[in-house]
């Protein structure tokens, strides 16, 4: 699918606004959704055929010029061998026509994106875990979400209805007087729409090209450290020696009752039963729906909460330091992973990220993930060697200084932007990391040998360096030969 690059002076930004839809247009909705996923189903049996007709020919000793070519994955390729046989194949035969077009592109470009992953993957050219050959999704346990490119695509005069190819006109629960406001006046355009079904009620998010001003900062010449935690939410220690604690609300921990409660009614019904085909029951179905409500109400105001702190933090100050936390780590901790994962780390940094480029134009530093910002005292700069996670206070052995341990971080994370001396200032210049030294070391690049292998030492270990020239890129068979 080709790739929209927005023009000087206009974003592209989504609008999502919840839907209201009747039972015909509801089923509809599914009806698209299952689609996509039967679609997306089908491209992989179809690449991966060919792979498993490789692997039993050369048991037999097939030649390699001989083998099962290659079946290609790109979005054209899929595509036309789509159009060929859904007419013919009774997986599609009889229903197909009632859904549109975009509901099968929908599935064959996101199992084209799968098998595209999974090769740069096998290459070593996505960073990240390693992604294995894309699997069947399950009806039970995929997601609802198809995405419309062409057609009608648009939001209706009267604030209350969006129009959506083969759906038609389906009633928004909130007015779209914001995205309307923007269309009328020339300074917004639809791009596409993607309806999803998630927190338990349909939503249309409209991807749109927008004309955006700057918006100019309370204090564009301050800045603020931003150490974030569990015991609070955020401190925010700013360039002027003010720091301030943002408790954590804890909402997940607040819902914890009543979501025992639904829990306990959920399992005296009588529930699904994949083994021997059982179905739920409608009293199961009815305090499911209870116990899921707890669980998007968690959600709302978590969303809720990291929005507006954001929003303030990108409206106030024209520098922001953050750390770069590796928070897949540290949900492995078995003691703190609910609570980590109920603040929302990532969430907060993705949203920064977004807020201080394209609304106010505004630096946000990012820290090394290795810089020692609890560890390092904010008065004389001296780093201890071990601070454990249950010592709340910081205490230097050098100078003296006595100071909560969180706000030792931010006053060291607010510093970060003094030393900053590259960059720009510009939207355009965002996300550079900071250069740290934790543990005095200078992460300087050396080359030491080990025996026959040459390695690159640096401060985090050694790994092996890459011998002769560079490694080309290898074509897709040769990434398929891996699998």
Not at 198 to 208: I, L, P, T
Not at 383 to 412: Q, S
Request: hydrophobic fraction near 35%.
């Amino acid at each position: 699918m080709k790739k929209f690059k927005a023009q000087p002076g206009f974003v592209v930004q989504a609008f999502r606004f919840a839907l209201d839809p009747n039972a015909a247009q509801e089923r509809a909705l599914r009806s698209h959704c299952g689609a996509a996923r039967a679609a997306y189903n089908w491209a992989v049996s179809w690449v991966t055929a060919s792979w498993w007709q490789r692997r039993a020919e050369e048991t037999y000793g097939v030649p390699e010029a001989e083998l099962t070519p290659w079946r290609p994955w790109s979005l054209p390729s899929l595509r036309k061998a789509f159009n060929a046989v859904k007419q013919d194949d009774p997986r599609f035969a009889g229903w197909w026509e009632e859904n549109s077009k975009e509901a099968y592109s929908t599935g064959l470009a996101n199992a084209a994106a799968a098998f595209d992953n999974y090769a740069k993957s096998k290459n070593g050219k996505r960073r990240g875990k390693k992604r294995g050959p894309p699997r069947f999704k399950v009806k039970r346990k995929a997601r609802l979400a198809c995405r419309f490119t062409t057609g009608t695509i648009r939001v209706e005069g009267d604030s209350r209805h969006v129009t959506l190819p083969r759906l038609g006109a389906i009633r928004t629960h909130e007015p779209t007087g914001s995205l309307l406001a923007r269309v009328q006046a020339g300074t917004a355009r639809i791009l596409s729409a993607t309806v999803r079904h998630e927190c338990g009620r349909w939503f249309a998010s409209f991807q749109v090209e927008a004309k955006r001003d700057l918006v100019r900062v309370a204090r564009p010449e301050a800045a603020v450290g931003v150490d974030l935690g569990v015991k609070s939410l955020a401190v925010l220690a700013d360039s002027t020696g003010e720091i301030r604690t943002v408790p954590n609300p804890r909402y997940y921990d607040q819902a914890l009752k009543p979501l025992r409660r639904a829990s306990r009614t959920v399992s005296r019904r009588q529930g699904p039963d994949r083994r021997t085909g059982r179905k739920p029951s409608k009293r199961w179905e009815k305090a499911n729906a209870a116990r899921n409500k707890v669980h998007h109400r968690v959600t709302n105001l978590r969303a809720d909460a990291l929005h507006k702190l954001t929003t303030a933090l990108a409206a106030e100050y024209g520098t922001i330091v953050i750390e770069d936390l590796n928070v897949a780590g540290m949900l492995k901790n078995r003691r703190l992973a609910r609570r980590i994962a109920d603040v929302g780390f990532g969430e907060i940094r993705r949203q920064l990220t977004y807020k201080t480029r394209q609304r106010h134009g505004t630096r946000l530093v990012v820290a090394d993930r290795w810089y020692p910002s609890s560890k390092s005292c904010s008065g004389c700069g001296a780093v201890k060697a071990k601070l454990p996670l249950h010592v709340r206070t910081y205490e230097c052995d050098v100078c003296g200084l006595v100071i909560d341990r969180d706000d030792n971080a931010g006053l060291n994370l607010v510093a970060l932007a003094a030393t900053r001396s590259t960059g720009t200032g510009v939207a355009g210049d965002r996300d550079t990391p900071v250069v740290s030294k934790p543990r005095g070391a200078d992460q300087k690049t050396r080359t030491t040998r080990r025996g026959r292998k040459a390695t690159v030492g640096r401060a985090d270990g050694a790994i092996p360096a890459p011998r002769g020239k560079e490694t080309r890129d290898r074509t897709q068979t040769e990434a398929l030969t891996l699998w």
